[in-house]
């Protein structure tokens, strides 16, 4: 199926929330990041966001050059055409934008999908993420409030960051109090007076409650996926609206129980980013398909190895199915297992 359009995406977070469920999020910074997730998400008949930041736009473009919004547009042209031949629909999105970036990232992608709506076609990423977390939370809802009404008129969606989700992603990194790491309704409060409820532009706000990105063993992070639900309430009593008034995404949910990711969505998550176990499945795959070819794929004692084994395209099928599995599990985790719309 093609790409979603705006109004195919804004379905698909509807009939989330609705539905009690929440989408894979899955960063891609390769063509075959890009297969495996189409082929995970195939196999789980399920919809699903493709997703790239700021590292995986420069490694799109090639290590050795600066063009992260080339190499931007150069995943969203690819993952665009090669997902015609798989039967679900997916959105696509930038992740992680912080300030430094907003220049020669997010900026100019707008302004890029801004010429291909004034030529009469939809956006070319249906989302996009302004990291304002590292900033004051004033100046974070001023960049928001400017750039919401520029998403609105090309019909795509911003996610802002309200909290800090600790650890580092892409060179993204947090360091702070314990309390930094939980949002609090008053922030939030802010957030929604600052850009209300969807009158001003369709937003998502990833909110945190102990998240940290990376790899962590269990017990070493304090998830309180509750924390989504009383600001939920306390936003819902402040404003008038009905029950779960905020669309929500969680950040930082490796090594999450599927006990802690199911209180997320039931208060709200509708998209869940996921990308150190997807990173891990890929590159373990090929550990393992390197080790066990050991003399195949190198040219030991002057013989010639096994060019069938060595082949890139070999390993990189299984790294793809890999990856694919645990894209799958993901689904299932979430919710959106078997609930394709397409």
């Not at 195919?8 to 990041?33: E, H, W």
């Not at 794929?297 to 790294?319: H, S, T």
Request: glycine share 12%; charged share 20%.
């Amino acid at each position: 199926m093609p790409v979603a359009t705006p109004d195919q995406y804004a379905d698909m977070l509807d009939r989330a929330k609705s539905g009690g469920f929440a989408y894979p999020a899955i960063n891609a910074s390769s063509s075959q990041s890009i297969n495996g997730i189409l082929q995970g998400l195939t196999e789980a008949g399920s919809d699903g966001i493709i997703q790239v930041t700021t590292g995986g736009a420069d490694y799109f473009a090639g290590h050795t050059v600066t063009g992260r919004a080339s190499g931007a547009l150069a995943f969203a042209k690819y993952a665009t055409e090669v997902a015609k031949n798989y039967p679900i629909t997916i959105a696509l999105h930038t992740d992680h934008c912080p300030k430094p970036a907003l220049a020669d990232f997010v900026l100019p992608l707008i302004e890029a999908s801004e010429e291909e709506v004034k030529a009469g076609r939809n956006p070319i990423f249906q989302s996009h993420m302004w990291d304002g977390s590292a900033v004051p939370l004033a100046e974070n809802l001023e960049i928001a409030k400017d750039l919401l009404p520029r998403l609105k008129n090309i019909n795509a969606i911003l996610e802002v960051e309200i909290g800090v989700v600790g650890g580092e992603e892409d060179g993204v990194k947090h360091e702070g109090t314990n309390d930094a790491l939980y949002t609090t309704t008053g922030d939030v409060a802010k957030a929604v007076e600052a850009l209300g409820l969807g009158e001003a532009g369709r937003w998502i706000a990833a909110l945190t409650f102990g998240n940290v990105h990376g790899v962590y063993k269990p017990g070493n992070v304090k998830l309180r996926p509750e924390l989504l639900g009383e600001i939920q309430a306390g936003i819902a009593q402040r404003f008038g609206t009905g029950p779960l008034p905020l669309e929500l995404v969680f950040h930082g949910g490796s090594g999450s129980s599927d006990e802690e990711i199911a209180t997320a969505v039931a208060n709200g998550v509708v998209k869940m980013n996921i990308d150190t176990d997807t990173q891990y499945a890929f590159t373990r795959s090929v550990a393992g398909y390197m080790f066990e070819n050991y003399a195949g794929v190198l040219k030991l004692d002057g013989e010639v190895g096994n060019k069938k084994q060595y082949d890139p395209r070999a390993w990189g099928k299984i790294a793809e199915t890999a990856l694919a599995a645990r894209v799958v599990e993901a689904t299932k985790q979430l919710g959106s297992f078997g609930k394709s719309q397409s």
